[in-house]
């Protein structure tokens, strides 16, 4: 899950449950506001491995460093700990009225936890034991970065400030509508451009939802009636129900990859529905087999029609098409790759590994693909695809990410 959506979550949950105040008010600090902050200084702070791999030039810390110890519930006490510690002397300075230490420990404990299980749900895999495993445990219920997701945590916390006071109450209300409306074409932007676009009904059930959300609750001052915290709750609970709602996606995926491969009779070596955006009707079915990896498009919103699949075959129960992503055939140059520490944890990392080989020119190419991570651009190689450049006579000429 992306840093912005972690924050955004770990203050809707210091509200909804801590009785957490406003971050951002005109009257002093106090302890409510000082909660909100910690839980999403908190559910931010696993991210802080990022900064080791800003100031390094080891290419492999985004596979063997990232999601690792600040991921861990082996170290969370440690990180919660400390963190409150820090809390309390930085409050006391400035004064502040704050939580017991045992409180502000809890509170860090959740928000960093509420981080872990928010990245668990993603497909690129968190290190939560080490350093006593380094095991990469992925549930694949949510693609890294879930707009619907994120707009179910933020928009509870507009709502509780814009119902608020009754002073130009319509007014916010109709800019904050107005502003995500703006923000929802934004995103069906930058989904149309990674290759992943949002329908016009989509789009258009998008606005009125948000209209009756931001706009409805001003008609006779209803909306004034609602507690803060029960306005935080709610989303809590949504989001919830949309984390669940993902997991019964995934099993129906699933049971549709699981389909394929008996129907093909596939020495499967690997199986996994994989979240595709832009949201949880779309899945990314794929089994490793002992030549390559197959994939196939999943989409609920499509209903195909039998296409000639065998008796008691549901038409819904298998996608209507599949493409395979072949390994090369072992030569002298893939061995020599192999035999590269750099390529071993590449190999460690990709859960649906293909590797190509081709030449250009006098020079050996072998690359190492995850299939996993869906090409954003067609122009542009897949995310996390490593290259190993050798020359005529096998010297390695260049190794990294291919960009």
């Known amino acids: 899950m992306d840093t912005i959506t972690h924050g955004i979550a770990g203050a809707l949950i210091g509200k909804a449950v801590f009785r957490g105040d406003e971050m951002f008010a005109l009257r002093p600090m106090n302890r409510g506001r000082v909660i909100t902050w910690s839980l999403m200084l908190g559910a931010i702070f696993p991210d802080s491995d990022v900064f080791r791999e800003m100031f390094s030039h080891n290419p492999m ?21 400390a963190l409150a510690a820090l809390t309390q002397w930085f409050a006391r300075w400035r004064k502040w009225d704050t939580p ?9 404990a959740v928000g960093i936890a509420s981080h872990i299980l928010l990245d668990l749900v993603t497909s690129f895999g968190t290190m ?67 290759g992943a676009p949002i329908s016009v009904e989509a789009i258009f059930c998008a606005v009125v939802v948000l209209a009756a959300l931001f706009l409805l609750p001003s008609v006779r001052g209803f909306g004034l009636k609602i507690k803060r915290a029960s306005w935080n709750l709610a989303g809590l609970v949504v ?25 093909e009779h596939l020495e499967a070596q690997a199986v996994g529905a994989l979240p595709m955006p832009p949201s949880i009707w779309h899945w990314d079915g794929l089994v490793r ?38 390994d090369a055939p072992d030569n ?26 081709h030449k250009e020119g006098g020079d050996a190419i072998v690359e190492i693909a995850d299939i996993r991570f869906p090409h954003a651009r067609p122009d542009r190689p897949a995310s996390f695809t490593y290259q190993v450049r050798f020359s005529a006579t096998g010297t390695i000429l260049s190794q990294g990410w291919e960009q």
């Open 332 to 357: 002298s140059y893939i061995e020599a790759a192999k035999r590269l520490s750099q390529v071993q944890t590449v190999l460690w990392f990709a859960r649906f590994p293909v590797i190509r080989f």
């Open 239 to 263: 989001a919830l129900c949309y984390i669940a709602a993902a997991f019964y996606a995934h099993r129906a995926a699933f049971a549709r990859v699981e389909k394929f491969v008996a129907l």
């Open 128 to 194: 939560i034991w080490s350093p006593l495993k380094w095991s990469r445990p992925a549930w694949d219920l949510i693609f890294i970065i879930d707009f619907t997701l994120s707009a179910i945590f933020m928009v509870p916390q507009i709502l509780a400030w814009i119902y608020t006071k009754p002073e130009n109450l319509r007014q916010r209300a109709l800019w904050a509508w107005l502003i995500f409306v703006f923000a929802t074409f934004v995103v069906a932007g930058i989904a149309q451009s990674v």
């Open 61 to 81: 810390l985004i596979l063997t460093w990232h999601r690792s110890i600040t991921h861990s519930l082996m170290c969370l006490p440690i990180f919660a700990l």
């Open 100 to 108: 017991s230490f045992a409180a502000l420990a809890g509170i860090y």
């Open 289 to 326: 087999a002992p030549r390559g990896v197959y994939e196939m498009r999943i989409d609920f919103g499509d209903t195909p029609g039998d296409g000639g699949l065998p008796p008691g075959t549901s038409a819904q129960a298998l996608p209507i098409e599949y493409r395979f992503y072949p």
